[in-house]
T-cell receptor, first 118, second 112 residues
Framework: DGGITQSPKYLFRKEGQNVTLSCEQN?????MYWYRQDPGQGLRLIYY???????QKGDIAEGYSVSREKKESFPLTVTSAQKNPTAFYLC?????????????????FGAGTRLSVL | DAKTTQPTSMDCAEGRAANLPCNHS???????VYWYRQIHSQGPQYIIH?????ETNEMASLIITEDRKSSTLILPHATLRDTAVYYC?????????????WGLGTSLAVNP
């Protein structure tokens, strides 16, 4: 089945530790995104990538890092500099290229990773 | 991107139509209206989008007013599985920063 796979579903981070959240897609989408969601809140953009080997900061990039070495994969590292990492993390992808009629803004999401601090 | 306003919560009886409103009075001519929903503890799911005309797909219908300042998402026969938070977003096609602005949405409760 085509889709976006996030792993793990639950993750625990110790003080001072870096952790990496995995996001893999087989939709052949060029663009990928990482969001953070806090309880009762909307989604906030951390990083996004429109193409392999390129990515841009979103609204809340501090304390996070990403890489985009392959089209299918966009891992997110939550570094020790992120002092309040407890949240629900969502990965998404969207089609790119020369499409129109609003299709480029349709984002497809994974099931999410819930990160907690020990 | 234009700002949207949605009611915080709504209730609907199972089997009845759920009509979810969204105001976007500052929408510009090239901005599309998108609807997503998020079932508890899951990733958001795309529902439907439109520019000017009303749209229908297997999940829902989207009614956009003639002046485009508001829209309504219609779930024709709501089921318990439609209980979710529904987000209305307006956005130009593509754009340089690829950012969708997610508000708090409308929490829809479908009751038996």
């Amino acid at each position: 089945d085509g889709g976006i796979t996030q792993s793990p579903k639950y993750l625990f981070r110790k003080e001072g530790q870096n952790v990496t959240l995995s996001c893999e897609q087989n939709l052949n989408h060029d663009a990928m995104y990482w969001y953070r969601q806090d309880p009762g809140q909307g989604l906030r953009l951390i990083y996004y990538s429109q193409i392999v080997n390129d990515f841009q900061k979103g609204d809340i990039a501090e304390g996070y890092s990403v890489s985009r070495e392959k089209k299918e994969s966009f891992p997110l590292t939550v570094t020790s500099a992120q002092k309040n990492p407890t949240a629900f993390y969502l990965c998404a992808s969207s089609i790119s290229g020369t499409f129109s009629r609003g299709i480029k803004n349709i984002q497809y999401f994974g099931a999410g990773t819930r990160l907690s601090v020990l | 991107d234009a700002k949207t306003t949605q009611p915080t919560s709504m209730d609907c009886a199972e089997g009845r139509a759920a009509n979810l409103p969204c105001n976007h009075s500052t929408i510009s001519g090239n901005e599309y209206v998108y609807w997503y929903r998020q079932i508890h503890s899951q990733g958001p799911q795309y529902i439907i989008h439109g520019l000017k005309n009303n749209e229908t797909n297997e999940m829902a219908s989207l009614i956009i007013t003639e002046d485009r300042k508001s829209s309504t998402l219609i779930l024709p026969h709501a089921t318990l599985r439609d209980t979710a938070v529904y987000y209305c977003i307006v956005r130009v096609e593509g754009g340089n920063n690829r950012k969708l602005i997610w508000g708090l949405g409308t929490s829809l409760a479908v009751n038996p």
